[in-house]
């Protein structure tokens, strides 16, 4: 699974999620479409953080995600 960093799916990771899986829920069809720091904005490094900086969007996306849990799709 490309598109993502290292550091966003070691983070998807801690929380039980991976790339696959983030790209189910926030790409299209299966396939990763946002940043590589794992925001579904492809302009996010750089535009929300800047680059080499720890994404703020990520760790929010998925705590929301946690706090809905039905939204979580089987593998
Ligand atoms: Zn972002
Ligand atoms: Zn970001």
Do not use: K
């Not at 999620?17 to 829920?25: E, K, N, S, V």
């Not at 790409?27 to 535009?47: I, K, L, M, Y």
Request: glycine content about 14%.
């Amino acid at each position: 699974m490309s598109g993502l960093s290292p550091d966003a799916v070691e983070l998807l990771g801690e929380h039980g999620l991976t790339a696959h899986q983030w790209a189910q829920l926030n790409g299209a069809r299966g396939q990763w479409t946002g940043d590589v720091c794992g925001c579904p904005d492809p302009r996010c490094v750089g535009s929300h953080h800047d680059a080499g900086e720890a994404c703020r969007c990520l760790p929010v996306l998925i705590a929301e995600l946690i706090r809905d849990g039905s939204t979580l799709a089987p593998v």
